[in-house]
C-alpha cells in the first residue's frame, strides 16, 4: 500500500482541538470499518511521519527518493492507527512514532537494489578488512586491503562507495542494560530549555494582558499588522484612515505598550523587594 501525500501540505491542515480529536478516535475505535474517519486521524497526525522522516539519516542512490521514504512513513503512520487501542496504555503519538520509524527503516532495509555480484564483493571486501584488522591490530587503509586482495585502490573504494547504509538516530549503541538509543547522544541545539519555554509563556501571557490595556483601535491595527500581516495601506483601508495615519497610531500603540511592560516589570521588581 503507496501512499502520496504532501508531507509539508500539514501546514495547512485545520487542527482539531483536543475534544474534537477525542471524538474522532471514539468514532473510530467503535467502527474500524470507517476509512472516512481514519483518513481524518491520518490528516491530523500526518506530522508524526514528517518528524521521523526527518530525523532517519539515510544515504540512497538517487533512485530512491526523498519520497519513497515519505510513503513508508505513511504507511507507518497508517498502521498505528488501525492498530492502536487506547487500552494498550500508550500514547497514540508515542505508539505512532515507533510504527513509522520501523516501517520506514524495514521497508528500506528490505529493498536491496544491489545486484548480487557487486553485494557479493561488498561481503569480500568486508570480510578481507576484518581479517587485516585482527592481523595487524588496527583498521587497514584503502591501499593495504587492495594489496591484499589483488586488485586495484580504485576499484575498492568503487565497490564500498556503493554499499548504502541505513542509520536511525533511534538505532541503539552500546548493548544490555548500557544501550542507549543514539537520539540521546545527541544535543539538540534548537531545543528550549524548561526555563525558557516558561519564561516564554509568561511574556506571551504578559503581552497579552498589555494589550488589552491600549485603546480598541491602536489594539486593533497591532492585530492587523503583526497577526494577520496586513500592510499599512491595507489597515488604513479597513479602520478608515489614511496610510500616514496608521504609521503614527501604530508608533503610538507601540509606545504604549512598551510603557505598560515597563511598568509591570518594575511594579514587580518592587514587590520582590518589599
Known sequence: MSQTVDIDSYKKINRLSDEELNA??????????????????IVQYIYLARYVVGRIKVNL??????????SFGIEGLIDAIEKYH????????????????GS????????????????RKIKEVKIATERLKQ???????????????????????EIMSSDVSVNSI???????????????TIEDENS????????????KKELEQALKKLPERERTLLVFYYHENMTLKEIGEAINVSESRVCQLHAQAIMKLRNILSSNRSERLNKSII
Do not use: C, H
Open 61 to 70: 542512490p538517487p533512485s530512491f527518493s526523498f519520497e519513497d521514504i515519505v
Open 104 to 119: 520506514i527503516i524495514d521497508k528500506i532495509r528490505s529493498s536491496d537494489w544491489l545486484p548480487r555480484t557487486l553485494r
Open 170 to 184: 533511534y538505532d541503539k549503541k552500546g548493548t544490555g542494560e548500557d544501550s542507549v538509543e543514539i537520539i540521546d
Open 192 to 203: 528550549t530549555r524548561p526555563e525558557d519555554a516558561l519564561e516564554k509563556v509568561d511574556a
Open 24 to 41: 474522532l478516535w471514539e468514532k473510530y475505535l467503535e467502527d474500524k470499518s470507517n476509512k472516512a474517519v481514519r483518513d481524518k486521524l
Open 86 to 101: 487506547p487500552s494498550k496504555g500508550a500514547k497514540f503519538e508515542s505508539y505512532a512514532l515507533m510504527r513509522i520509524r
Open 135 to 157: 592481523q595487524i591490530g588496527r583498521a587497514p587503509t584503502t591501499k593495504e586491503v587492495a594489496e591484499v586482495m589483488g586488485l586495484p585502490e580504485e576499484k575498492i573504494v
